[in-house]
C-alpha cells in the first residue's frame, strides 16, 4: 500500500455523463505536482462497476454473521476491498497523491462505503450542452442523450438526499464556473481536498490546451480526436445547445427540466401558449420511446436465446455467412 496517497486520501473525480468535462478537470488537477495519475487508467471504471463487489460483499457478509461475525462486518469489508482497489492505483503513483476520474456517478451511492477516507469531486454540467456534445461526439440521437444525462442527475440528486449529508468528502464542482473561473475554483478545490495553492502554476491552468472537443478540432474539423490544441475565443464550451429550437427546449424540460434547476440551472422558459400540444407531443415521444426499448428489450431475449440454443459461436459463424450474402454483388 502506498502510505502517502493513502493517509493523505485519494481523490475521485466523477462526472455527470460522457462529455461532462471530467478531461478537463482531470487534467487541470494533473498539473498539480503533488498529484499523481495511474498511467494505465484512462478511464477509472471502479465505481461503475462497483456493483459486482456489492453481489461479493452481501452474500458473504451475511453468512458470516450467520456464524456469529459482528454486524459491523459487512461495512468492513466494503472498506478493505476499496482499499485493494485504492492499492492497486496508487501503486502506480508512487509517493504522490493518487487522482483518478470517470464520466459516471453509476454506483455513486457505494462511493464512501468502498472509499470512506477518499474525496470525491462531483462534476455536473450543463444537460444541454451535455447533450449536443453527446449527439456531435457519439452521432446519438438527442432523446438517448438527453436521457443519458437526466439518468446521471437522478443520481446525483438520490446521493444527495441519502448519502451526502453523512460524509463531508464531497464537493460539487460545476463545468462551466470552472471553465470561467479557473483560478477561483482551482483555489476552492485544493481547500477542499488539503493541496497546496503555492506549488501550483496557475498561469498553466488558464492556458491549458484543448483536448476532445466535439466541435473545436483544428485542422481536423469532421474528426474527433484528443489531439492538444491550443486554446482561442473560438472555444466557447458553455453555449452548447443556445441555439435548440423551442420543441428541442420543450422535450429537454419534459425530460430533465426539474433535475436540471435542481443541479442549479436555469431552464430555458417558452410562452405559455400551446402548453397542451406540447404536453401531447411529449407524451406521445415518451411512448415511441418505451415502445423503442420494448423492442430492443426483445431483441436482446430473442439473441440470447438463440445463443443458448446453438451456441454463441455457431450463430456468430451464421451471422458472418448472412453479412457475407447481403454484400455480396448481384449478377
Known sequence: MNGSSMSAGPIFIAGICQRSGTNFIYDLMRLHPDCGAPGTNWEDASLSRADSLVDYIKPVAAGWRRHGADAAVEDLLYEQLGNGVISALASQVKNKRLLTKAPSVRNIDYFFKLFP???????VRDGRAVTESRVKTFGESYEFAMRIWAGGADHILRFNQTVRAAHLNCLTVKYEELFANPKDELAKIFSFVGLSQDKYDFDAAINLPVRGSSVFRGKRPNEFHWEPLEKTAAFNPVERGSNWSRSRHERFNWIAGEKLAA???EPTKSADDQKLLWSLQNKALDVKWRIKQAFKTFERIFKDALKSAFGTDRMSK??????????????
Request: hydrophobic content about 40%.
Open 117 to 123: 477516507r477518499a474525496y470525491l469531486l462531483i462534476l
Open 263 to 265: 443541479l442549479g440551472y
Open 318 to 331: 451464421y451471422r458472418r455467412q448472412v453479412s457475407s450474402l447481403l454484400r455480396a454483388p448481384s449478377s
